[in-house]
Each structure stands twice: as C-alpha cells, then as structure tokens.
C-alpha cells in the first residue's frame, strides 16, 4: 500500500519506506521536534539515511552543517535542493569519515531497516561525538495485540503490509537496551511516544517496552 499522492513522496513511493502513509507524513514525524531540542545550534550533523533530507532542512534552518548519506538516488537529489550536503551511499558498508568528525550522527527510523545494523551503530558511534537513534517498539501493546490474533503488526508498519516494506529488524525497547548493554554504550538522553505520537512522560516513562509506540535515545561511546 503506498501513498494515494504519489507525486509528493514519490521518493519513499520508489524506495519504499515504511512509515509514510496518509495519516503521518515525513513532515509531521513527532521524533524531529525531540531531537531538534537535543541538538545545539552550530552543530555539525551526519544524518545517516537522510531520506528527501526533510529533517536536514529543519536543522539547517537552527544553524546547524548537515550531511547526509542515503543509498535513494531520488532522496540524495531532494535532500541536496533542501540545503543538505548529501550523497549516494551504502551505510551497511561503513563511513568513511574520521574518527568523532560531527558532533551528532543521527539514525531516525533506519536502524530497523539496515543489514548490518550493530555495526552500523559503531560506525555511527565512531564518527559522531553523539548519536541519535529512533525505532519502533517491536514490544508495544496494540503490536502484541495483533500477534495475539495471529498477524504481524501491521501498526508497527505504519499500515503497510509484511510483504511490502524495506523493515528488516524488528525489536523491542528492551532488546535495543540490552545490546547497549552490551557494548558499553551509555544513554544520554531518552523520550518516548505513545500510540498517538504524543510525547509520554507517565507510563512510557515507567514502562516504556509495553506501551512506548516510539524509542528515541541519545546515545555515547564513552
């Protein structure tokens, strides 16, 4: 199922990504206002599946320098005519930027859609002073619900259907904090979404792996 208009997101239309449909689009994603607020103003960015560069144009207009990379031929063009210093590339196949070169890399909804995404996130971790993640809960209520009845969340694909979308990996808030666990990866910052996409600062809060939608962390290697 994609977009009934086609010609305004004719770049996740050809790429397939999986959270854009009628009701939330790339412009009113929730995770953006969050981390726009994380990010210093004048900071140098790397925004890793940077899409049609969408998020990029918002903080560039906080003074911010922002790269992107994205494997879309299609979403590298819109994201240069936004400002966004992007190009054509695999993130599965590393970075090619020293060590701590920005002061933010940012994953927003790509980390479930990699290959090789613990090593993405090193890669990421490497090259940033700080990384922003941002994921569905694999774990959230309504989605344990639809497995209950015996289908995949079709809620966690943002209506659209298993077969049909590039969502590779799917985790829960819990998995995800024990792999940062496991490398040693220190949590900064954290916020969470509720089935609305509001921001939740009660029970998400307290039990974010039953009724967080979304998991946005900031992340550090110290």
């Known amino acids: 199922m994609l977009p009934k208009d086609k010609?305004?997101?004719?770049?996740?239309a050809d790429y397939g990504y999986p959270s854009i449909n009628d009701s939330l689009t790339e412009a009113k994603r929730p995770e953006y206002a969050i981390m726009e607020k994380w990010i210093q103003p004048g900071s140098t960015i790397l925004d890793l599946g940077c899409g049609d560069g969408t998020q990029?144009?918002?903080?560039i207009k906080k003074?911010?320098?922002?790269?992107?990379?994205?494997?879309s031929p299609n979403g590298v063009e819109q994201a240069r005519a936004k400002g966004v210093q992007a190009e054509v590339a695999d993130i599965d196949l590393g970075l090619n930027y020293h060590d701590k070169s920005f002061d933010y890399a940012l994953l927003t909804a790509v980390i479930f859609m990699v290959y090789r995404p613990d090593f993405v996130l090193q890669e990421?971790?490497?090259v940033g002073r700080r990384?922003?993640?941002?994921?569905?809960?694999?774990a959230f209520l309504i989605h344990r619900l639809e497995l209950l009845f015996g289908h995949y969340p079709r809620l966690f694909l943002h209506g659209?259907?298993?077969?049909?979308?590039r969502q590779i990996r799917s985790f829960s808030y819990r998995d995800f904090v024990d792999y940062l666990k496991?490398?040693?990866?220190?949590?900064?910052?954290?916020?969470?979404?509720?089935w609305d996409y509001t921001e939740s600062r009660w029970l998400c809060t307290f039990f974010p792996n039953l009724f967080a939608r979304?998991?946005?962390l900031m992340l550090e290697k110290p």
């Not at 659209?160 to 979308?165: A, E, F, I, Q, V």
């Open 214 to 216: 979304v998991c946005i």
């Open 182 to 194: 496991e490398r040693e990866v220190q949590v900064l910052r954290k916020a969470f979404l509720r």
């Open 160 to 165: 659209y259907s298993w077969y049909n979308t």
């Open 7 to 12: 010609t305004k997101f004719h770049y996740y």
């Open 63 to 71: 003074g911010c320098v922002v790269y992107g990379l994205d494997v």
């Open 124 to 126: 990421a971790l490497r």
């Open 131 to 138: 990384v922003i993640v941002s994921f569905p809960n694999f």
């Open 56 to 59: 990029g144009k918002l903080l």
